[in-house]
């Protein structure tokens, strides 16, 4: 099933782009480093429903269904732990993560 527009246009922007950029090489971008997956397209994602305030915070979003396998190893790779769906509508999940403190610092 294909990425939602909104999740793809977040994986194509430049500034997306930019970014990643100032850490990685174009090549390192374009590797897949986890599940498949390549780093610009898991934080793509992940800046799609990272808590805003604090990114290593629980994580709750409303994702649509054809993100949401992407959205969980994003969510997993990032932070630990999975992307659990907690609810459902037609067309989206509304998710929640722990977060990285949960995970990878036992707060």
């Not at 659990?84 to 993560?97: A, C, L, P, R």
């Amino acid at each position: 099933m294909p990425l939602s527009s909104k999740l793809q246009s977040i994986i194509d922007s430049p500034e997306l782009l930019g970014m990643l950029t100032e850490y990685f090489d174009l090549e390192n971008l374009q590797l897949t480093i986890f599940r498949g997956k390549t780093r610009l397209e898991l934080t793509g994602a992940f800046q799609m429903v990272q808590n805003k305030t604090n990114w290593k915070e629980p994580v709750r979003a409303f994702v649509d269904k054809s993100d949401y396998s992407l959205v969980d190893d994003a969510v997993t790779f990032f932070t630990g732990g999975q992307a659990h769906i907690i609810g459902e509508t037609e067309t989206q999940y509304e998710i929640f993560g722990q977060g990285y403190y949960y995970h990878c610092e036992g707060r």
